[in-house]
């Protein structure tokens, strides 16, 4: 997929009211209903919002070059700290020139503060207020990681969007746990911003937090606007509540946030969670479903959700979805495909990923424009219809 040109121009001209060359800022362009689509302007270059982050956790997006993932339209990839402190660890790439060198990638990152995967997949936790000790799920090793540290890291990754350090609520929490939880994730945020001081050339996220409880929720958002950060993470969703249930505590959160600041759900999602989060006010996200879904046969497309393994692909000789300007949408069949997949062909992984990674930005690239139209509502009806033509 290549960028329009009527994108391009909206990017490099409308922009320039987000702050000086070098700053952080965001700018909003257009608005329909609760969603807007912008800028946010920063050192290393500008992102179009509603934005969607291909997620390079260990310093690559899986089965893809970057030049690639560039090309596909992606204005920013997402880094991770757990992994990368892990391996190779942060100081060696810091030595090595900082993370955008290491991988290849000059453009912005943002890396995740490493709290969710310390909860998902470490070992031995022991949480205190200090931090959080753990076995790393790679070699045993102890860490202990704190938010002064998390900062460190992501600083000296050399981070562009640096996200504070949180607890990862439990699904389902009562009131009393969440509430418990939010509180100590409050005070990691102020240590984090006390530990981030003014980094040049760097912006810190905020993650609000509180379950799926909106006076909770409401709470958080107004204890992160008084220690002040660039932008606003909403956490703690897609973790078992069901589609319905985020958005209803989208729609308790998002009016709670500023209005001159990014707001970014973690860790979403699926195509129709997308536009239902950008209905709802929602600009950046991040997750693995594109390439993770491309390595399991897995294929998001106008039509809906294609899984390669299906016999009934075998002799089909039409593209993935010809609506996507991308080779691996358009030039291989979905029988070339399925053979691909069931044979556990590498290139299977690989064509498969690189078509998702294209439909999730063709599919950003469409909401910006109908946003800009003021035809939102419009495209999410035809995009429904065709989501739906597949379980037909």
């Known amino acids: 997929m290549t960028r329009g040109k009527d994108d391009q121009d909206q990017t490099t001209t409308e922009a320039e009211p987000a702050g000086r060359a070098g700053a952080f800022g965001f700018s909003c362009l257009a608005r329909d209903g609760a969603a807007r689509s912008g800028v946010i302007t920063t050192p290393r270059g500008q992102i179009r919002t509603p934005a969607f982050m291909p997620v390079g956790t260990a310093g690559t ?3 893809m070059l970057p030049g690639t993932v560039r090309a596909l339209g992606a204005d920013i990839l997402l880094g991770n700290t757990y992994h990368l402190m892990l391996r190779p660890s942060a100081e060696r790439v810091a030595r090595l020139g900082g993370l955008h060198n290491f991988m290849n990638w000059p453009h912005p990152i943002l890396t995740d503060s490493g709290g969710y995967q310390v909860m998902s997949l470490s070992e031995l936790r022991q949480m205190s207020e200090e931090g959080v000790t753990f076995r790393s799920h790679v070699d045993g090793a102890k860490h202990h990681l704190t938010p002064e540290r998390s900062v460190d890291i992501q600083l000296l990754l050399g981070s562009d969007i640096v996200m504070v350090l949180d607890e990862c609520t439990p699904f389902p929490a009562t009131h ?3 509430e ?12 984090c911003k006390t530990a981030f001081a003014d980094a040049p050339g760097h912006a810190l996220f905020g993650i609000v937090q509180g379950g799926v409880y909106p006076d909770l929720r409401a709470r958080s958002a107004a204890q992160l606007q008084e220690i002040g950060f660039h932008g606003y993470a909403v956490g703690g969703l897609a973790v078992g509540e069901g589609q319905q249930a985020m958005f209803d505590t989208l729609d308790a959160t998002v009016p709670h946030l500023p209005q ?3 707001r970014y759900l973690m860790g979403v999602g699926k195509p129709a969670d997308l536009l239902g989060a950008v209905m709802r006010g929602i600009d950046m996200f991040d997750c693995v479903l594109p390439t993770r879904s491309g390595r399991t046969g897995q294929a998001f497309t106008s039509q809906g959700v294609l899984n390669l393994r299906n016999a009934r692909h075998a002799e089909d000789q039409s593209p ?3 609506a996507i300007d991308c080779p691996a949408s358009r030039d291989y069949s979905r029988a070339y495909l399925h053979h691909l997949v069931k044979s556990k062909e590498i290139l299977g992984a690989m064509l498969l990923s690189w078509h998702n990674l294209a439909y999730y930005q063709h599919l950003m690239a469409e909401m910006r424009s109908a946003i800009a139209a003021g035809a939102l509502s419009a495209l999410a009806a035809r995009l429904h219809a065709g ?5 037909r």
């Not at 989501?387 to 379980?391: G, H, I, L, Q």
Request: a positive charge.
């Open 61 to 63: 997006v899986k089965a």
């Open 176 to 178: 009393a746990v969440a």
């Open 180 to 191: 418990s939880s939010l509180a100590l994730s409050m005070r990691w945020a102020a240590r």
């Open 260 to 262: 001159d600041k990014p």
């Open 320 to 322: 993935l979805d010809p």
């Open 387 to 391: 989501w739906a033509e597949n379980s």
